[in-house]
C-alpha cells in the first residue's frame, strides 16, 4: 500500500497511519471520526463501471462522486460518505 500511495502521493506516503481492506462493502452514510484528514481509496475488482463510486456529502445539497475504479481518489472521512451500489462483480 505505502509503494503505492508513493507513487502519487509521497508525503501522504510517509503521514497515513492504517489501512482498511474491505470485500463488496456497500455502507450507509457515515463519519470517520478519528480521521485527522483525508483518505486515500482505491476500488480493484471486476465489477461493473460506473457503480462502486465513493459518495461524499460536499454540502447540504451537493454530493461529489469519486470514481475509485481502478485509480487512487482522495476524500475527506470526516464528511458523510458512503459507497455507492454495484450491481454485478467483486468489489475490494
Known amino acids: 500500500a505505502k509503494v503505492c500511495c508513493a507513487e502519487v502521493d509521497p ?16 455502507g450507509s452514510p457515515h463519519i470517520d471520526t478519528q480521521n485527522l484528514g483525508t483518505f486515500r481509496g482505491l476500488a480493484l475488482g471486476d465489477f461493473e463501471a460506473g457503480g462502486g463510486a465513493l459518495a461524499v456529502e460536499c454540502s447540504a445539497r451537493e454530493v461529489a462522486h469519486v ?10 472521512g470526516r464528511y458523510p ?12
Not at 508525503?11 to 456497500?26: I, K, L, P, R
Not at 470514481?67 to 475527506?76: A, N, S, Y
Open 11 to 26: 508525503e501522504y506516503a510517509e503521514e497515513y497511519t492504517a489501512v482498511a481492506f474491505t470485500c463488496n462493502f456497500q
Open 67 to 76: 470514481d475509485t475504479r481502478r485509480r487512487l481518489g482522495k476524500v475527506d
Open 81 to 92: 460518505h458512503w459507497v455507492e451500489p454495484f450491481a454485478s462483480g467483486t468489489r475490494f
